[in-house]
């Protein structure tokens, strides 16, 4: 039975969100959010918090013995974009920062963990369409050549010492409440956003680049479906594909317009374009959909409705 967990980059795009939704499980003491930012009162009002760098193993040690902590959930990392420039800290904070957290854990028997993956992991080589969980991993990316790593990290300590390791391949995740760290994918919010305070925006990946993405709703179900899985059920450990929809910035722009029919884009792609090019277009999620029942509720045309609402709302309050 887990009882405290410790959601290490819990001020991330999906570390904010997730720790509501596992504070809703296990109640609010019970749940302990850590990021490298000072606690602000407004964090300390929601629950347990602590400013934890992971990458320094003797503070993680501590604050695993002080909160009794008994699983891990770890969302810290360096995402693609900024990964390729400053490749040695993503190395750092990615690979670093998760070993400390799986010899922390060996040591002081924290039971689970889960530490998420990327489409990243996948390179030029590997298949595009419906990429299977079972391929040629061989990003170009630091960013996907920490995430392969992680990923065998984590199956290495399942084999050799017997470790509770999970983690899943997350595509582009796509939310309003907070903005995304860095990442190749991030045009996908940063869209809507610009849609309704300027009518406009300027696209850094061109308007045919097709990538698989999701909804926040549906990362938060698969993340704590995974978490919650029959361990000894599983095949698979640390790489699950999963999969929601994929579309294009032309595609999205199009389903946007709907709502906003004065809206207009242009396309200026930048360095994120290369990284993108190195990912599928589109991913097989079979095995998770089999070994621990993940299906996914939103597709483009919903995901873009519920968004422009809540993004509108955020707008009027002067959020953004
Ligand atoms: P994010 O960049 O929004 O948040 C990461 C958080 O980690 C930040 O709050 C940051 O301050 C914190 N952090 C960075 N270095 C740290 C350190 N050394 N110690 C403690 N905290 C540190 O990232 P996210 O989008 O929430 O991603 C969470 C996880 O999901 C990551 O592993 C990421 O690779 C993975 N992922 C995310 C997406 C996506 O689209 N958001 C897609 C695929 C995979
Ligand atoms: C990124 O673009 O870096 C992330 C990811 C797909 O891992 N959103």
């Known amino acids: 039975m887990i009882k405290r967990i410790l959601l290490s980059g819990s001020n991330g795009q999906i570390g904010s969100e997730l720790i509501e939704e596992l504070r809703k499980i296990y109640g609010r003491s019970n749940v302990i959010g850590a990021d490298l930012r000072e606690p602000t009162p407004e964090i300390l009002e929601n629950g347990p918090y602590v400013k934890l760098d992971i990458t320094n193993a003797h503070e993680l040690a501590n604050v695993i013995k002080e909160y009794k902590i008994d699983a891990i959930i770890n969302m810290a990392a360096i995402l693609s974009a900024v990964g390729e420039q400053n490749p040695h800290r ?23 963990i889960l530490n998420p993956s990327s489409i990243a992991v996948f390179g030029p080589t590997t298949p595009k369409e419906n990429t299977p969980q079972e391929t040629v991993l061989k990003p170009t990316s630091m960013y996907g050549i920490t995430k392969v790593t992680g990923e065998l990290l984590g199956e290495y300590y399942v084999r050799k010492y017997n470790l509770d390791v999970r983690g899943l391949r997350y595509p582009g995740i796509i ?91 242009e396309y200026e792609p930048d360095y994120r374009q290369q990284i993108a090019d190195s990912w599928p277009r589109s991913i097989d999620d079979s095995l998770a959909r089999e070994e621990w029942g993940w299906a996914p509720s939103y597709d483009m045309e919903t995901m873009v409705e519920d968004m422009i609402k809540n993004v509108k709302i955020k707008v009027e309050k002067c959020e953004y």
Request: net charge positive.
């Open 90 to 112: 993503a190395w750092n904070v990615n690979i670093n920062g998760l070993i400390n957290i799986l010899e922390v854990s060996r040591e002081l028997g924290v039971k689970r």
């Open 175 to 265: 939310s309003y409440k907070t903005l995304p760290g860095g990442g190749t994918t991030d045009y996908a919010v940063a869209i809507f956003f610009d849609a309704i305070k300027y009518k406009h925006y300027k696209c850094f990946l061109k308007k045919d680049t097709m990538l698989p993405m999701m909804y926040m709703p549906d990362c938060l179900k698969a993340t704590i479906d995974l978490f919650h899985a029959d361990f000894s059920k599983l095949k698979h450990f640390t790489d699950f594909n999963i999969a929601a929809m994929s579309f294009t910035p032309e595609m999205l722009y199009n389903e946007i317009k709907k709502y906003l029919p004065e809206f207009t884009i």
